[in-house]
């Protein structure tokens, strides 16, 4: 017998509907325009150090008969950059540790600047594979301008006042043509812009202008759980994110906010189907072996996601210890923090990686020994695979004073009968 796991409570989900593309601006609008306040939004971004004097201008608009919200950030000099055409607005070169300590510098919460950090890491990830540099190297053009900034941070504010639990977009429509940035011409997409999209179902030439930035980009890469064209939901509300051009088609960002039905017995959901993580490695071979396993737990203790160590040998035939981290931007500070302070290590390597995976999900099998948490592991909404919990199986065997088998065997014989 199987018990299907409860929602209690309601699941908020936001969707991104980018059939239109998507920009940082369009993003802060369509944000705005399902009902995060406008004063508070301007609150908390008065809370970023930067020389540059900048404020909003938000104002309620139409598109093709779609009424809709409008953002642009007025520089002192009172003109209003367009993200929407971000290759032609006014250039400002900063770099990736510019931008992030700006943002840590500032008195946002931890949540914000955390994922703030994020988008600006994919883009500066992206550059850098793009112009074939480090990313401390990497200078931002026309994402470190003020209105690109204003527009990540702001759109990480509106996320954290939204509180959603589950984000969720649309294969995400790029354009076509060329665009003019400060190299010259260059193709649509923007090099910057096929790179963080990697791995991520996208549409093109539905009008040969540019329709996704490396803003609006990197926002999707940091913040969504599931790609899909999918309405698995129920619509709340609807918002609108207006861009500056007047087009065929609208130009418009559309996000909805929706929830799952409570009465509806789902899945419990632990992962989705993609995710970008990052792993660094560093080369050990004048540590004591001891050392290895405390590093390890206090690695997993500050986030880590897998800690895996292989036999290399170096230089000169001298045998060392490969230590591999995989984790999540936010958890990389601690994590550094954690080499260099417990081991020998005097520098590190870090790379961005794709994860994909299958989706896991829980159920609970009813043995005569007790109940067991089976793990289904689905691709494309059938389950391909199943795992009875170590765990708990070792723990029924202890308990019942049985061999460990003797609970398996068991799992899969209410598995048969069902």
Same mark, same amino acid.
Do not use: W
């Given at each position: 017998?199987?018990? =299907?796991?409860?929602?209690?409570?309601? &699941?908020?989900? /936001?969707?991104?509907?980018?059939?239109?593309?998507?920009?940082?601006? =369009?993003?802060?609008?369509?944000?705005?325009?399902?009902?995060?306040?406008?004063?508070?939004?301007? *609150?908390?971004?008065?809370?970023?150090?930067?020389?540059?004097?900048?404020?909003?201008?938000?104002?309620?608009? =139409?598109?093709?008969?779609? !009424?809709?919200?409008?953002?642009?950030?007025?520089?002192?000099?009172?003109?209003?950059?367009? =993200?929407?055409?971000?290759?032609?607005?006014?250039?400002?070169?900063?770099?990736?540790?510019?931008?992030?300590?700006?943002?840590?510098? !500032?008195?946002? !919460?931890?949540?914000?600047?955390?994922?703030?950090?994020?988008?600006?890491?994919?883009?500066?990830?992206?550059?850098?594979?793009?112009?074939?540099?480090?990313?401390?190297?990497?200078?931002?053009?026309?994402?470190?301008?003020?209105?690109?900034?204003?527009?990540?941070?702001?759109?990480?504010?509106?996320?954290?006042?939204?509180?959603?639990?589950?984000?969720?977009?649309?294969?995400?429509?790029?354009?076509?043509?060329?665009?003019?940035?400060?190299?010259?011409?260059?193709?649509?997409?923007?090099?910057?812009?096929?790179?963080?999209?990697?791995?991520?179902?996208?549409?093109?030439?539905?009008?040969?202008?540019?329709?996704?930035?490396?803003?609006?980009?990197?926002?999707?890469?940091?913040?969504?759980?599931?790609?899909?064209?999918?309405?698995?939901?129920?619509?709340?509300?609807?918002?609108?994110?207006?861009?500056?051009?007047?087009?065929?088609?609208?130009?418009?960002?559309?996000?909805? /906010?929706?929830?799952?039905?409570?009465?509806?017995?789902?899945?419990?959901?632990?992962?989705?189907?993609?995710?970008?993580?990052?792993?660094?490695?560093?080369?050990?071979?004048? &540590?004591?072996?001891?050392?290895?396993?405390?590093? *390890?737990?206090?690695?997993?203790?500050?986030?880590?996601?897998?800690?895996?160590?292989?036999?290399?040998?170096?230089?000169?035939?001298?045998?060392?210890?490969?230590?591999?981290?995989? &984790?999540?931007?936010?958890?990389?500070?601690?994590?550094?923090?954690?080499?260099?302070? *417990?081991?020998?290590?005097?520098?590190?390597?870090?790379?961005?990686?794709?994860?994909?995976?299958?989706?896991?999900?829980?159920?609970?099998?009813?043995?005569?020994?007790?109940?067991?948490?089976?793990?289904?592991?689905?691709?494309?909404?059938?389950?391909?695979?199943?795992?009875?919990?170590?765990?708990?199986?070792?723990?029924?065997?202890?308990?019942?004073?049985?061999?460990?088998?003797?609970?398996?065997?068991?799992?899969?014989?209410?598995?048969?009968?069902?």
């Amino acid at each position: 017998m199987e018990e =299907m796991i409860s929602v209690g409570d309601l &699941m908020k989900v /936001l969707y991104y509907d980018c059939f239109a593309g998507i920009s940082g601006d =369009m993003n802060l609008g369509a944000l705005v325009d399902l009902g995060v306040d406008v004063e508070f939004l301007k *609150e908390e971004l008065s809370k970023i150090n930067m020389d540059d004097a900048f404020h909003l201008e938000v104002y309620k608009g =139409m598109k093709n008969g779609i !009424s809709g919200t409008k953002v642009d950030v007025v520089l002192g000099d009172n003109h209003a950059h367009k =993200m929407d055409d971000h290759h032609e607005h006014h250039h400002h070169e900063r770099n990736y540790k510019t931008i992030k300590d700006i943002i840590e510098s !500032s008195a946002l !919460s931890s949540k914000v600047k955390a994922l703030s950090i994020k988008m600006f890491y994919e883009v500066a990830l992206a550059e850098g594979k793009v112009h074939n540099k480090a990313i401390e190297e990497v200078h931002f053009h026309e994402v470190g301008a003020v209105d690109s900034i204003i527009d990540i941070i702001g759109s990480a504010i509106c996320l954290e006042v939204l509180n959603v639990d589950y984000i969720m977009s649309s294969s995400i429509q790029l354009g076509g043509g060329f665009v003019q940035c400060q190299h010259g011409k260059i193709p649509v997409p923007a090099p910057a812009t096929t790179e963080i999209l990697k791995g991520i179902p996208v549409k093109m030439g539905l009008v040969e202008k540019e329709m996704t930035t490396p803003t609006g980009a990197a926002i999707l890469k940091a913040t969504v759980d599931k790609f899909t064209d999918i309405h698995d939901f129920v619509i709340e509300k609807t918002g609108y994110g207006l861009g500056t051009r007047t087009l065929d088609i609208p130009n418009v960002l559309r996000v909805y /906010l929706g929830e799952f039905i409570e009465s509806q017995e789902v899945e419990h959901y632990e992962t989705c189907e993609y995710d970008q993580q990052i792993m660094i490695e560093t080369n050990i071979d004048d &540590m004591n072996a001891e050392l290895f396993n405390y590093i *390890e737990e206090r690695l997993f203790e500050q986030g880590a996601l897998d800690v895996y160590k292989t036999p290399i040998i170096m230089k000169k035939g001298r045998p060392a210890i490969q230590l591999s981290i995989l &984790m999540k931007l936010e958890q990389r500070s601690a994590i550094l923090e954690t080499i260099f302070n *417990e081991s020998t290590s005097g520098g590190v390597r870090e790379y961005s990686v794709t994860k994909h995976m299958m989706t896991k999900s829980y159920r609970v099998v009813k043995t005569l020994y007790g109940d067991v948490q089976v793990k289904d592991y689905s691709r494309n909404g059938q389950v391909i695979k199943s795992k009875a919990e170590y765990e708990v199986c070792a723990r029924l065997a202890k308990e019942h004073k049985v061999p460990i088998q003797t609970i398996y065997d068991a799992v899969n014989l209410e598995e048969k009968s069902r």
